[in-house]
């Protein structure tokens, strides 16, 4: 029920994104005489402040908010799983070293500290300046800050699964027949974790979502004029007040995304 | 038990050391301090005056001699000068931390309110109609950003309504300032705002706590036994079903740090976390690194709290 | 809809005023911050200013030293210079709210943590230039200033510090004196202030609240309490003023334009909006070194290509006025018949053309295949710069000029990009000026920021001309404003010819009060309106 649901949900959100460069207007056109218009046959949702179509900027923002959402999922899946999957198969130091270093990072204070990696200037830690200046490059970063403070779900995971798993006889078997610790952890482990690891992974992109929108509103988010809904939200706070519609379209797209995705994650897991 | 609460505690000073470099590490990697902002507002500033500025504020020197400087004196309890605010860091540190935590402590007593029996008569009756609504406002609650709920929340109650402040955490100049009715009536809608999250968890935990504990044996020997049905439920089941809430309330705490961030710029509620966003962004290096180092040991505290709350709330662990 | 009157910010002694920045510290000299010398003047009074008609005026001296009145006499120096004398006494009865009286040692003080080179004070200039003071009486001296400029008496930079207070504070310690004075350990001490309130009460980041000095001695201002309440959230900021959180906003520090005009628009009936053309020049600085920009024809295509009119007609509701030049067109040194920059997509395309960047689908590309790209950068966090840079990008575009926009915190953008030279092509702020202002700093070619000279001066554009630097140097020294006149004519028409920087706006402040409040004048300029707070009251009924 829950899956059907929230598949229902995706679908709405996902085929008008994937459709929109071939259905939507240019999101990026400005038209200063026709600022701030309601709904109507030019415009089904409107226009923002710069008189820009907004129907056509929320697919454009969903399209950059659902790309960083899902690379930073993956991104941090990846790396949690190659945590786990050692601290779990290694034991030992390996384990109890990378343990403590996630436990350090869950008690970490997600918001200030991603705040300070998103105010730290890249060139000065040696990135050099072309990549800095690079189109991809900021929202490249926000993917990598977000996921490598986002991880330590996904390792605890795949830790405690590999621990099971390594205990099963098909694998102590593989040990004993002197197979490679690397195939091993690659052919026997990790098919046994992936369905966390995917049920996990998805329910993150709700919250990554949410931090989006809120770096965004302290100005450290994806930046205009590249338009994602946390942005196209947070800037539509500043006119909350002479034109709240603005607010409504990202919000309830936002809502909609972070609800079939705990949906999702709930459905599979009551699998 | 106290080897165990010994072992986090260095745990937590670890966390805090290792923590501090990082910071420290990461703001010399940001550019530009408030001199250089001096410069565009002010049109009678001289180059030499820039560069005399600059050799008075002590800008200059590498991350890591600054750094040891700053861990000796703090380690002495001598949290530094805000460059920020022109005061010391104590001054500073301490109101805010007062407001955070009355807001934290507000809004998680909210949370656990509102979640936990809403939680408790989801779960009661799985797939009931009150079971859907209640499951729906949870996933309602958490997909909600902060900064949205807290705006439409002062656009009802304080715009439209009228009925409470906007921002602050006090009316100045009034003869109630200070007082508890006054605080109050600022402290409810961004304690509201804040608990939306927390009850929504709480609520969805409650829930599954009850279900899962609705299964087990004991309670059918309960049952079996002539035990009355509200007094099973309310010795057996919640109690044990209430564990693990211990653990996601520790958890909570640290996203309600976060989460007060955010809250605090919103109402203007002279916090903790707006205290830390401003000061990293003004590159007051003592100010942040007390607020961060703060909120870190506040996160680990509640952890270790939870965990001791654990072990004295569930049988089994103590027999350990 | 019952409106029930939340909290006293409406009972009829006190005012309650919002902005939107906390000042970093008190003390008049040291650090320069729009926050802190709004919050100031309430407190204290400067010895000159210029007022909401942008006259030169007397606030805590006694009469104008002008070389006509015999205050001020020209000197000649050893060295063969022109120097000038100027004599002030202090207005008659002036106390700090103590009851100590406003002296000769005050300015004194002033001047000795002024001129020292590690107290922390940022405009230094001024009291440089003082080479010798001579005491006359107890409220009177002499300075004796090494240079002659036609501004020579706007002095309001040459800070009192109260002497009681700050001497032995200062003595003990000149470097550490920005750690110890009292102005940040104990900013409610009376003593410190000067004007018609003083400072009584500070909670650092979010307001401060300000008693009546009981020892002034100018017009009774009708509040016995001001408090000043900082909301950084503009959103937040609009919701408090709607519930009489704060009275009033003040239009130096708080919401954008746009967002006053349309506030003001929905509720006519309790506020009145009142916008100020200020001094403020939003302008584009464009990097002479970029071989793209190094011709005179490109960027005064990149200017005509711009509608600035729209912009202020759409966006500001016409309340913000496009620059011609650099110069105000409210400042006495304004000239009207300077080259024109006006919109003209078509002549700016001609020159384009002209200038070998042809269209190429859609793009300006040179004949070996360069396309004409710039960056245009500026600070995050301003909403009202952001759309301006997403509005001109467009406008570029339509011409075949690709323009990226990149926006930085300003920590990094004024912290390096713009001060060590690094925006590549250009990039977007403003200056805050004085009334006929003369450019030294932004225009001599003595004044570009090198690595050789330590990033000194604010030439950022790397702008080089003779004739120019020429004029900078006579109009400084020209004490005969019917002299100076054309020479600010040629200044600004050369300035329009070679186009170091693109003038956007000039920015309005606008100011939200309450239909109660009356008596206010904003200035538009660096002293800001509280300066004359005494004058403010609520209507009688």
């Given at each position: 029920m829950k899956i059907k649901l929230s598949l229902i949900l995706l679908t709405i959100l996902l085929i008008p994104i994937a459709l929109s460069p071939w259905i939507a207007q240019d999101s990026s056109v400005i038209d200063l005489n026709n600022r701030l218009l309601p709904p109507s046959a030019g415009h089904l949702l409107g226009s923002d402040e710069l008189g820009r179509d907004v129907l056509a900027r929320l697919l454009a923002g969903g399209r950059i908010s659902l790309a960083v959402a899902s690379a930073t999922a993956i991104?941090?899946?990846?790396?949690?799983?190659?945590?786990?999957?050692?601290?779990?198969?290694?034991?030992?130091?390996?384990?109890?070293?990378?343990?403590?270093?996630?436990?350090?990072?869950?008690?970490?204070?997600?918001?200030?500290?991603?705040?300070?990696?998103?105010?730290?200037?890249?060139?000065?830690?040696?990135?050099?300046?072309?990549?800095?200046?690079?189109?991809?490059?900021?929202?490249?970063?926000?993917?990598?800050?977000?996921?490598?403070?986002?991880?330590?779900?996904?390792?605890?995971?795949?830790?405690?699964?590999?621990?099971?798993?390594?205990?099963?006889?098909?694998?102590?078997?593989?040990?004993?027949?002197?197979?490679?610790?690397?195939?091993?952890?690659?052919?026997?482990?990790?098919?046994?974790?992936?369905?966390?690891?995917?049920?996990?992974?998805?329910?993150?992109?709700?919250?990554?979502?949410?931090?989006?929108?809120?770096?965004?509103?302290?100005?450290?988010?994806?930046?205009?004029?590249?338009?994602?809904?946390?942005?196209?939200?947070?800037?539509?706070?500043?006119?909350?007040?002479?034109?709240?519609?603005?607010?409504?379209?990202?919000?309830?797209?936002?809502?909609?995304?972070?609800?079939?995705?705990?949906?999702?994650?709930?459905?599979?897991?009551?699998? | 038990m106290s080897r165990r609460i010994l072992i986090r505690v260095w745990q937590t000073f670890a966390v805090m050391l290792v923590m501090s470099v990082v910071v420290f590490a990461l703001m010399g990697a940001m550019p530009g301090d408030p001199i250089d902002m001096m410069i565009s507002g002010n049109p009678h500033l001289t180059p030499a005056d820039v560069i005399r500025l600059k050799t008075v504020y002590g800008v200059g020197k590498p991350w890591p001699v600054r750094w040891a400087d700053w861990a000796v004196q703090f380690a002495q309890g001598n949290l530094g000068y805000s460059r920020l605010f022109a005061r010391q860091v104590s001054q500073i540190i301490l109101p805010a931390l007062e407001h955070t935590a009355l807001l934290a402590v507000t809004a998680m007593s909210l949370a656990l309110a509102v979640g936990i029996p809403l939680g408790i008569v989801a779960g009661a009756k799985p797939g009931s109609r009150r079971d859907r609504v209640i499951t729906f406002v949870s996933y309602l609650s958490l997909s909600v950003p902060t900064f949205w709920l807290g705006l439409m929340l002062i656009a009802l109650f304080s715009v439209r309504l009228g009925w409470l402040p906007a921002s602050g955490a006090s009316s100045l100049l009034s003869p109630q300032e200070g007082g508890v009715w006054d605080v109050g009536r600022h402290l409810l809608l961004p304690a509201a705002t804040l608990a939306v999250g927390g009850a929504g968890q709480y609520i969805r935990h409650m829930r599954a706590a009850m279900i899962a504990e609705s299964t087990a044996p004991y309670l059918r020997t309960a049952r079996a036994k002539g035990c009355s049905p509200l007094r099973v439920t309310l010795n057996h089941h919640l109690r044990n079903a209430l564990l693990p809430i211990v653990t996601i309330a520790a958890l909570e705490a640290g996203a309600l740090l976060s989460g007060a961030l955010i809250t605090e710029t919103v109402f203007a509620w002279p916090g903790l976390g707006r205290l830390s966003y401003d000061a990293v962004m003004g590159n007051d290096y003592n100010l942040a690194l007390t607020a961060l180092l703060l909120a870190t040991f506040l996160t680990l505290a509640a952890s270790i709290i939870a965990d001791l709350a654990y072990g004295l709330l569930d049988p089994r662990t103590r027999a350990q | 809809m019952t409106m029930l009157s939340l909290s006293p910010a409406q009972a009829k002694d006190s005012l309650t005023i919002g902005i939107s920045q906390f000042p970093a510290t008190f003390h008049p000299a040291i650090d320069t911050m729009l926050a802190k010398s709004y919050v100031l003047s309430f407190v204290r009074r400067p010895l000159t200013a210029y007022d909401s008609h942008w006259k030169l005026v007397c606030l805590m001296c006694e009469r104008l030293p002008t070389l006509e009145n015999g205050l001020a006499k020209i000197e000649t120096l050893p060295n063969g210079k022109k120097g000038i004398a100027l004599t002030i006494a202090i207005k008659p009865g002036a106390k700090w709210a103590d009851g100590v009286p406003v002296s000769s040692d005050d300015l004194l003080l002033g001047w000795e943590v002024g001129k020292h080179p590690s107290s922390g004070v940022s405009a230094a200039d001024?009291?440089?230039?003082?080479?010798?003071?001579?005491?006359?009486?107890?409220?009177?001296?002499?300075?004796?200033?090494?240079?002659?400029?036609?501004?020579?008496?706007?002095?309001?930079?040459?800070?009192?510090?109260?002497?009681?207070?700050?001497?032995?504070?200062?003595e003990a310690d000149p470097s550490r004196y920005h750690d110890t004075t009292a102005y940040d350990r104990d900013t409610t001490l009376p003593g410190l202030w000067n004007g018609p309130y003083r400072i009584s009460k500070v909670e650092p980041g979010n307001y401060v609240v300000m008693d009546r000095n009981p020892f002034w001695n100018g017009q009774r201002p009708a509040f016995d309490h001001l408090v000043v309440r900082v909301i950084e959230n503009t959103a937040s900021l609009e919701a408090t003023i709607l519930t009489g959180g704060v009275d009033m906003v003040a239009g130096e520090l708080g919401l954008s334009l746009e967002q006053a005009l349309a506030f003001g628009q929905r509720h006519p009936d309790r506020f009145t909006v009142t916008t100020t053309p200020s001094l403020v020049y939003e302008h584009i600085d464009l990097n002479l070194d970029n071989p793209l920009l190094a011709d005179k024809n490109v960027r005064l295509a990149l200017t005509i290509a711009t509608d600035r009119d729209t912009i202020c007609r759409t966006l500001f509701g016409g309340h913000q006025q496009p620059a011609t030049s650099f110069v105000p067109p409210l400042d006495q040194a304004f000239s009207p018949d300077t080259p024109s920059l006006a919109y003209d997509p078509q002549k700016a395309a001609v020159l384009l053309d002209q200038a070998g960047y042809p269209l190429v689908n859609g793009i300006r590309t040179r004949a070996d295949g360069q396309i004409l790209s710039l960056d245009l950068m500026t600070t995050a966090g301003n909403r009202s710069r952001e759309m301006i840079a997403e509005i001109l990008q467009s406008q570029w575009r339509k011409l075949g000029i690709v323009v990226r926009v990149k926006l930085e915190p300003p920590r990094i953008f004024f912290g390096q990009s713009v001060t060590k030279r690094k925006f590549p092509g250009m990039a977007m702020f403003a200056w805050y000026s004085a009334p006929e202002s003369v450019p030294r700093s932004i225009l001599r070619s003595t004044e570009i920021p090198s690595k050789d000279n330590g990033w000194a001066g604010e030439n950022y554009t790397g702008y080089k001309s003779a004739p120019m630097d020429a004029l900078i140097d006579t109009i400084e020294e020209e004490p005969d404003f019917a002299r100076r006149k054309p020479l600010w004519r040629e200044m600004q028409t050369l300035y329009n010819q070679d186009l170091p920087a693109i003038p956007l706006f000039f920015r309005s402040d606008a100011h939200i009060w309450p239909k109660e409040l009356q008596g206010v004048t904003p200035t538009g300029h660096a002293d800001p309106s509280p300066l004359w707070v005494e004058y403010w009251s609520w209507k009688q009924p």
């Open positions: 991104l941090a899946a990846l790396l949690g799983t190659t945590v786990g999957l050692i601290a779990g198969w290694r034991g030992g130091w390996w384990d109890a070293g990378l343990m403590r270093l996630t436990d350090g990072i869950i008690s970490l204070p997600l918001l200030p500290l991603l705040i300070v990696l998103a105010a730290v200037d890249p060139i000065r830690l040696g990135v050099p300046a072309p990549l800095v200046a690079s189109e991809g490059f900021a929202i490249a970063r926000l993917i990598v800050i977000i996921a490598v403070v986002g991880w330590t779900t996904v390792a605890r995971l795949v830790r405690a699964q590999t621990l099971t798993v390594k205990a099963r006889d098909h694998v102590r078997a593989a040990v004993a027949l002197g197979v490679s610790p690397t195939k091993i952890v690659l052919r026997h482990i990790l098919p046994h974790v992936s369905s966390p690891i995917l049920v996990a992974t998805t329910m993150s992109m709700g919250g990554i979502i949410l931090t989006e929108s809120a770096l965004s509103f302290l100005g450290l988010g994806v930046r205009p004029p590249v338009a994602s809904w946390g942005n196209m939200l947070s800037g539509a706070m500043d006119l909350v007040w002479s034109a709240p519609l603005l607010a409504l379209w990202p919000g309830i797209a936002i809502f909609m995304t972070v609800l079939a995705v705990s949906l999702l994650g709930d459905g599979l897991n009551e699998r | - | 001024l009291y440089r230039r003082v080479t010798a003071i001579d005491v006359i009486d107890a409220r009177t001296i002499t300075l004796h200033l090494d240079r002659m400029s036609f501004d020579y008496n706007a002095i309001g930079d040459f800070k009192l510090l109260p002497a009681h207070i700050e001497r032995a504070r200062f």
